[in-house]
């Protein structure tokens, strides 16, 4: 019902790659090669006739006819061109029934004339072999041919081989818009560490006169949508060099040998244009640690493929100017061969943005964008924790798009707010209509949450609180705003958090005496706050400053792994005790809030259902003015 103390990563792309493909004809495809099929499938047509052939012997008509009249024809195939069976008689070298095949005398007068006189013949087909020939074996090949050139020229025009076997590394044209470290915001660290490879690059012999040498490869590590792509981008942008493109998935395929293949091919284009860059998107796809699923031989295509891509990495010279630059958001589960040095000496860390680093990423995507006075993306900065450089593009672009619908000649702050309010808690739903009860009861459960949030001594300040319902089952929520970039949180923090996510239910036991399912999502976060607060944190008296359960995550990743028990039956008793006592702290402290604070969070609710959406300041103005009434008339 509620959506407070939003934390969201991004999960998409941050720009769109424009790739081109030297177009090559079928025929000069490595993979094609028509003559060596065309040899197989006439040595089998001619294998399969001599076959035939030496299983049937042909014998003369009148020959015949005479094991007809003697009773000695088993059974036999009539056609209009040859007549096929088996003899009763038994072959002294097989010891099996005579197969024979015939031609036949179309002309029956003539075969009863031969017969009276004892003549032995034998019928003959008119030898056409040139037509046969043309029908028979040039028809059908050349049929075959024109079908495999068309497919495989419709493939290629798509950038790839015939059955998918072809190159498939992508070099980007000069005519594409230039990307710069200008068009890159918020990772100001990493692009410190990618300028040394483009002053490489520019210039090589700048390290080189020193004894040393460029690091062969550098790999980008960090959550979907943080500009992996577009940093290696910007690095081919600011060196002026030719930026290979591939990404991990496009190097495998159902044919063994292919991704090693593609690899060694990858390399030697790079080593012609040399200085350039590499860049392998999605390393994971090809990086995954050998021995590791469900594959264990070791022989598989895909461990093949890396195979070579280390013998590739490994083999180069880095003086040549060939620099290879990777992009993965899972690097726990990378072969430790390619993480050593001499490959991949460089993990370059893109994680989520900050706030500044949010502000002027918003900066970045709203130059085109015509925007009102009323703006301030410091605030739009504050109100999106833990969203990626493709978030604030997206909600960008959203608030142009709601400006337009509204006939807004500019894109106002209302725009972006809506536009926040979007991609947190999905699209306003008006027309799912709720009836007065549960209308009232959601002014309520959120007046709840709102209430404890603005008593609790270390919750940030609420921004807004809407009860109109958004997404696929949110029918309410009460948003707070950070006033400050935090990093850490401490034990009453998490202490207040608990109460605030339990003031919406406590809120409806004090007012209908009964609960909902509205609270559903509540007591979830609550109780993933106190487990974790009790098993990863330490904040337990009874258990200790201690860790319970064995897990294998990157928090700034937000992977979520398997836990592993290792702590006894007992244990785990007074950890889930533990976990209960917290959260039934939580219960009573928003129970002895809202009871004393009752009168205000009436006025709260009344205000919240009659308006449907109140900002935080209109908030303070409810409870400053509540209180100055109780103060007044007591």
């Known amino acids: 019902m509620d959506k407070n103390n939003f934390s969201l990563g991004g999960d ?40 035939s052939t030496a299983r049937n012997t042909e014998i003369p008509y009148s020959e015949f006819l005479q094991h007809v009249e003697n009773r000695e024809v088993q059974e036999a195939v009539i056609t209009n061109d040859y007549i096929a069976g088996t003899l009763t008689v038994i072959d002294d070298k097989t010891h099996q029934p005579k197969r024979f095949v015939t031609i036949p005398l179309k002309d ?88 040394e490879t483009v002053d490489f690059l520019k210039d090589p012999s ?33 060196a002026g060099v030719p930026f290979f493109n591939i990404s991990g998935s496009e190097f495998i395929e159902m044919f063994v040998g292919v991704g090693a ?30 021995g590791a699923g469900p594959a264990m031989g070791g022989h598989d295509e895909r461990e093949q493929t890396l195979n070579q891509l280390l013998t590739e990495m490994d083999g180069f010279d880095p003086s040549v100017g060939v620099v290879v630059m990777a992009a993965t958001n899972r690097p726990e589960i990378l072969d ?26 918003l900066q970045l995507h709203t130059r085109k964008i015509v925007m009102a006075d009323d703006v301030d993306l410091m605030v739009v900065a504050q109100r999106t924790p833990g969203f990626v450089g493709a978030d604030l593009a997206n909600i960008a672009n959203e608030a142009a798009i709601r400006a337009v619908r509204e006939n807004h000649d500019a894109v106002t702050m209302k725009d972006f707010e809506g536009a926040i309010d979007r991609v947190i808690a999905g699209p306003e739903k008006r027309h799912r209509t709720l009836n007065a009860d549960e209308k009232r009861r959601v002014a309520f459960h959120e007046s709840g949450h709102t209430l404890v949030a603005e008593t609790v001594p270390t919750a940030e300040p609420v921004h807004k609180v809407s009860i109109i319902p958004r997404g696929v089952a949110a029918l309410g929520y009460t948003l707070q705003l950070p006033v400050k970039e935090k990093f850490l949180t401490t034990e009453n923090e998490y202490r207040d958090q608990l109460a605030i996510l339990l003031g919406g239910r406590v809120a409806e036991e004090i007012i209908f005496g009964d609960v909902s399912s509205g609270a559903q999502n509540d007591l979830e976060r609550a109780s993933q706050i106190a487990r974790a607060m ?43 005790q533990e976990v209960k006592n917290l959260v039934e702290e939580g219960h009573r402290r928003a129970t002895e809030i809202l009871n004393e604070k009752r ?15 109140i900002s935080g300041d209109e908030v303070k103005q409810i409870i400053a003015a509540t209180t100055h009434k109780q103060t007044t008339n007591p």
């Open 599 to 613: 009168t205000i969070l009436d006025a709260l609710a009344a205000v919240l259902e009659e308006k449907e959406v």
């Open 206 to 238: 700048r390290i080189q006169r020193l004894g040393g040498h460029m690091p062969k490869g550098s790999l980008l590590v960090g959550p979907p949508g943080t500009g992996k792509t577009l940093l290696a981008r910007a690095v081919a942008g600011e």
């Open 534 to 576: 009790v098993t990863q944190l330490g904040m337990s008296e009874k258990l200790g400053p201690l860790t319970w359960g064995k897990r294998e995550a990157l928090q700034y990743l937000g992977v979520e792994e398997h836990e592993e028990r290792n702590y006894s039956e007992a244990t785990a008793q007074l950890i889930d």
């Open 12 to 51: 998409k792309k941050p720009d769109i790659e424009i790739n081109k493909t030297t177009e090559q004809k079928f025929w000069q495809r490595p993979d094609f090669n028509f003559f060596l099929y065309l040899i197989i499938m006439l040595f089998s047509f001619y294998m399969w006739e001599a076959y």
């Open 336 to 361: 430790k061969a390619l993480l050593r040095a001499g490959r991949f000496d460089r993990q370059i860390i893109v994680d989520k943005p900050d706030l500044q680093a949010r502000y002027q990423i």
């Open 108 to 195: 029956t007068e003539l075969a009863k004339t031969l017969e009276q006189q004892g003549v032995k013949y034998t019928v003959r087909h008119s030898s056409n072999w040139l037509g046969n020939f043309l029908t028979n074996w040039v028809l059908p090949f050349g049929l075959l041919f024109l079908l495999w050139g068309w497919m495989a020229k419709r493939m290629g025009s798509m950038g790839q081989g015939f059955l998918n076997i072809g190159n498939k590394v992508h070099i980007h044209p000069n005519n594409l818009p230039k990307v710069t470290f200008d068009d890159v915001a918020g990772v100001e660290e990493a692009k410190l560490e990618l300028k």
């Open 261 to 290: 293949a593609r690899v060694r091919e990858m390399f030697e284009q790079a080593r012609e244009k040399a200085p350039c860059i590499i860049f392998i998107d999605e390393l994971d796809a090809i990086g995954r640690a050998r």
